[in-house]
């Protein structure tokens, strides 16, 4: 029964860390995009670039901090800093890698991801940015939840599949709808892809729970 419990509580903090966390970091940079949308010098431009990257700050604490609260039910000797210390890390590096070419965008003028202009296309994208950004989160984590936790393999794996089917949710459901959302809309799209998206890395990474045998607290 405690299992079963931990693994509730995991698909609800996923749910609530992709809603509160990417949400609050998408608005935070919705923000900085509007106090000042094409900066002009140096300065400014770095001031602007180093507030966009804060955006993975504020999703790796909300993240990590409500996975961590969760995955301690399941792994007690989980160290609760170090694993809000690792997710929060690679939100900061993927959100700065978006906030380079946002601020500094190349010479040449290409795209940091591929134009897309299909729905599916859209998925297909998603999904593939998906299984990269599970790979760096699994890998960080890792390294922490090794000490708490046996065959932790298996999460870089559960992670990369997770955030994989996890982000399509999330650019699906702000690309439907019409062209031009009040919003409301816009708030309605972001509450639903955020939940289910949550629901779905914590329901596919939670499965690994029944191959990783808990440690024993030092």
Same mark, same amino acid.
């Given at each position: 029964?405690?299992?079963?419990?931990?693994?509730?509580?995991?698909?609800?903090?996923?749910?609530? /860390?992709?809603?509160?966390?990417?949400?609050?970091?998408?608005?935070?940079?919705?923000?900085?995009?509007?106090?000042?949308?094409?900066?002009?010098?140096?300065?400014?431009?770095?001031?602007?670039?180093?507030?966009?990257?804060?955006?993975?700050?504020?999703?790796?604490?909300?993240?990590?901090?409500?996975?961590?609260?969760?995955?301690?039910?399941?792994?007690?000797?989980?160290?609760?800093?170090?694993?809000?210390?690792?997710?929060?890390?690679? /939100?900061?590096?993927?959100?700065?890698?978006?906030?380079?070419?946002?601020?500094?965008?190349?010479?040449?003028?290409?795209?940091?991801?591929?134009?897309?202009?299909?729905?599916?296309?859209?998925?297909?994208?998603?999904?593939?940015?998906?299984?990269?950004?599970?790979?760096?989160?699994?890998?960080?984590?890792?390294?922490?939840?090794?000490?708490?936790? /046996?065959?932790?393999?298996?999460?870089?794996?559960?992670?990369?599949?997770?955030?994989?089917?996890?982000?399509?949710?999330?650019?699906?459901?702000?690309?439907?709808?019409?062209?031009?959302?009040?919003?409301?809309?816009?708030?309605?799209?972001?509450?639903?892809?955020?939940?289910?998206?949550?629901?779905?890395?914590?329901?596919?990474?939670?499965?690994?729970?029944?191959?990783?045998?808990?440690?024993?607290?030092?």
């Amino acid at each position: 029964m405690q299992e079963e419990d931990g693994f509730t509580r995991w698909i609800e903090a996923c749910a609530a /860390g992709e809603l509160l966390g990417i949400g609050a970091a998408a608005l935070w940079w919705v923000t900085v995009d509007r106090f000042d949308p094409v900066p002009v010098g140096p300065t400014a431009e770095w001031i602007v670039f180093f507030a966009k990257a804060l955006s993975g700050l504020i999703q790796g604490l909300t993240l990590g901090l409500l996975q961590g609260w969760a995955l301690r039910r399941q792994f007690p000797a989980l160290d609760l800093r170090a694993w809000v210390g690792a997710t929060t890390l690679v /939100g900061i590096v993927v959100w700065a890698i978006g906030a380079w070419y946002a601020v500094f965008p190349p010479l040449d003028g290409d795209p940091l991801l591929p134009p897309v202009e299909t729905l599916f296309q859209t998925a297909v994208a998603a999904a593939g940015f998906g299984l990269g950004l599970g790979v760096l989160f699994g890998a960080a984590q890792a390294l922490v939840l090794y000490r708490a936790a /046996g065959q932790v393999h298996w999460w870089v794996a559960v992670s990369a599949i997770g955030w994989g089917a996890a982000l399509p949710c999330i650019y699906v459901a702000a690309s439907v709808g019409s062209a031009e959302p009040s919003s409301l809309e816009i708030a309605i799209r972001g509450l639903i892809g955020g939940v289910v998206s949550g629901v779905v890395l914590g329901t596919i990474t939670g499965l690994s729970f029944a191959v990783m045998p808990a440690r024993r607290a030092a």
